[in-house]
Every structure is written in structure tokens, then in C-alpha cells.
């Protein structure tokens, strides 16, 4: 495929209406024409080959796809064949997923505890590796900041706490993005994704929003996936905010979502390989910690809806 000048493998930057913004890889190898300086002129815009969109791949942001009939005057092109993927993160959707983090706020917006569990669960799913950010710790007390980092940690998670505002965290964060392939920002519309990439990222001049109302909610300002290039076949991927993340699981299976029991029964086994850790008989797993009740209440509404 790389004898061709013409066909060549990228990834998928960003999904606009029916084009795909491809990146292509393979820079030492690119021909003369394409003049190549920077990132920008590794763009080219896609469109899926009709033979690909009829066998029914459908090609998301992350993917690795082949592309061929590629004009470098124009920057254009078409995709041919999708390869095979690692992990599709279903909502935000992301592909080749290898750290998601999960960006919340104390204030402006104001912490959300079933929301934040949420994003966490959904974040699970993929069987990622997943930590939190706390974004606009300038504007939470000490105390406030202590309480939400424990409180992430006794969920099972790494948490760090940043400001664009003050700076606070900003080079770590940089470093754990720089370390991961493609790292996924996700969260609630508001908690400043956007920002904090548009510091790191200085170069791509990404759009922010305001919030809105006395609840200083967001007002869903980003509204496509969008990676960007960090170092050399390194991603970092935008998205748009949302309010409440569907968790589409057996309730069989929850509990995998769930690190507090996850961690348990690494070192216990319940009496029924079916156990739904309720009030079975021989249930080993401790029901004394703080998500214990939103598991319930999951696990109630799945089975109710399974009737
Ligand atoms: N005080 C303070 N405000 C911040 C900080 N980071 C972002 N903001 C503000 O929060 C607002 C929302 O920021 P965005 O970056 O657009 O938020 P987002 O998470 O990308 O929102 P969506 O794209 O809607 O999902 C803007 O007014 C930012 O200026 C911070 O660390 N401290
Ligand atoms: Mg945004
Ligand atoms: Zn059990």
C-alpha cells in the first residue's frame, strides 16, 4: 500500500456532515508534492468509498483507515478500507481509546454526584483505563477540593486538580496526556475540556462557551469529536458535553462498572456465580460505601425494564 503515492493509512481526526479529516501517517515517506510542513498539511479531506458505507463500517474519530485517489493539491481523498479497531468508546464515540478522563467541576457547574458516577460508569464500559480531572479548582475552597479527591479515590479513581484560571495542574496534565496514545477529555458541558486544551494546545485555537442561567450550566459549545495531534502517533480527543450518559450493560455484568466491587472480588467469591451482590445468600461483598445505593438503583431500573 506504501509503494503507492497515491494510497496511503491515517487516522480520523474529526467527522464533519458525510467528510472525514484524515491524518495521514507515514511522513518520511511522503511524496515531494505534498510539500509537507506541519500537521495541518498531513489533512486531507475523505469520503467514505460506497462500497464501505454499503457493508455497513462505520468509520468513527480515532479509527485507522487506508485512503486512496489522493489529491495533494487539493488535499483530498477517499477512504477504502477501515482497519481493524481496538476499543470503540460508544459515547463520546472514539476509537483506539487508551485513557479516558473524565473532566468534572465543583462550582460553575456544580458537582453532580449521579452525574460524575455516570461519566465514570459509561467510561467502564470500554474497559478503559479511566481517572478524573477536577477542572476550576480556583474556584472551590481547600476543603471542598480535599473532600471531591477523596472522595474520587474511595470510587477507585486517580484524580487531579487543575485550573486555566491559575494554571494549577496544567503541566501534569500535559504529561499524562503526552504518555497515553489517545487520551479521550469527556464530562459535563461547562467543566472546561475545551479550555484546558485550548492552554495545553496553544497552536489550535479551540472555541469555548460561556455558561448560562444561575445553575452555570454549559451551553454545549463543542459539537464534534475532535483529536489532536500531541507528539508523534499521540492524540488527545475534545468532545462535546452531555447531561446524563446512558449505561447500556446486563445487570449481570454492572458490577465490573463498579471498582469498589470490582476490587472486592479479587479477593472474594460470592456463594452464586450469579449473584447480584443484593441480599443474596453468601454474599461477600461489602455494601458500606457511598456508590452502593446508585448501584441498586441501576441495577433495579435495568432489571425493570428487562420485564
Ligand atoms: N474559573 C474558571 N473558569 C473556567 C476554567 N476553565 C474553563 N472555565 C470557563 O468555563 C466556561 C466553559 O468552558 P468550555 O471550555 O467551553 O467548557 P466545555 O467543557 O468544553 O463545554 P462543552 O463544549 O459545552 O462541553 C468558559 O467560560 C471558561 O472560561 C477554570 O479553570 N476556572
Ligand atoms: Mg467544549
Ligand atoms: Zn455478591
Not at 483507515?65 to 481496538?86: A, M, T, Y
Request: glycine share 6%; net charge positive; with cysteine.
Amino acid at each position: 500500500m506504501f509503494g503507492d503515492l497515491n494510497n496511503f493509512q491515517g487516522i480520523v481526526l474529526a467527522i464533519k456532515a458525510n467528510y472525514y479529516i484524515v491524518q495521514i501517517e507515514g511522513l518520511g515517506i511522503l511524496p515531494l508534492e505534498a510539500s509537507l510542513k506541519n500537521h495541518n498539511e498531513l489533512k486531507i479531506l475523505c469520503t467514505l468509498r460506497r462500497s464501505l458505507a454499503h457493508r455497513g463500517s462505520f468509520v468513527n474519530v480515532g479509527d485507522y483507515v487506508c485512503i486512496e485517489s489522493i489529491d495533494w493539491n487539493l488535499h483530498r481523498g477517499v477512504i477504502f478500507k477501515l482497519n481493524p479497531r481496538r476499543n470503540l468508546l460508544f459515547r463520546p464515540p472514539v476509537a483506539n481509546v487508551t485513557h479516558v478522563f473524565v473532566v468534572l467541576s465543583i462550582h460553575s457547574p456544580g458537582f453532580d454526584l449521579e452525574q460524575a458516577s455516570r461519566f465514570l460508569l459509561t467510561a467502564e464500559q470500554s474497559y478503559l483505563n479511566v481517572s478524573v480531572i477536577i477542572n476550576k479548582s480556583d474556584l472551590a475552597l481547600s476543603k471542598e477540593l480535599d473532600a471531591h479527591l477523596n472522595r474520587m479515590q474511595s470510587w477507585g479513581y486517580k484524580s487531579l486538580a487543575v485550573s486555566v484560571k491559575n494554571g494549577q495542574g496544567l503541566d501534569i496534565l500535559m504529561e499524562q496526556i503526552r504518555r497515553t496514545r489517545l487520551a479521550v477529555l469527556c464530562g459535563p458541558s461547562g467543566v472546561g475540556k475545551s479550555s484546558l486544551l485550548n492552554y495545553l494546545l496553544p497552536n489550535e485555537s479551540i472555541h469555548i462557551g460561556d455558561l448560562s442561567g444561575k445553575l452555570k450550566r454549559g451551553k454545549h459549545t463543542t459539537r464534534h469529536v475532535q483529536l489532536y495531534p500531541v507528539g508523534v502517533d499521540r492524540f488527545v480527543a475534545d468532545t462535546p458535553g452531555f447531561n446524563r450518559p446512558d449505561i447500556k450493560i446486563k445487570p449481570k455484568d454492572l458490577h465490573y462498572l463498579f471498582p469498589e466491587i470490582r476490587s472486592q472480588l479479587q479477593t472474594a467469591t460470592c456463594k452464586f456465580r450469579d449473584c447480584l451482590h443484593r441480599d443474596e445468600p453468601g454474599c461477600t461483598v461489602d455494601k458500606n460505601w457511598e456508590r452502593y445505593t446508585q448501584y441498586r438503583q441501576l441495577l433495579n431500573q435495568m432489571i425493570n425494564s428487562l420485564c
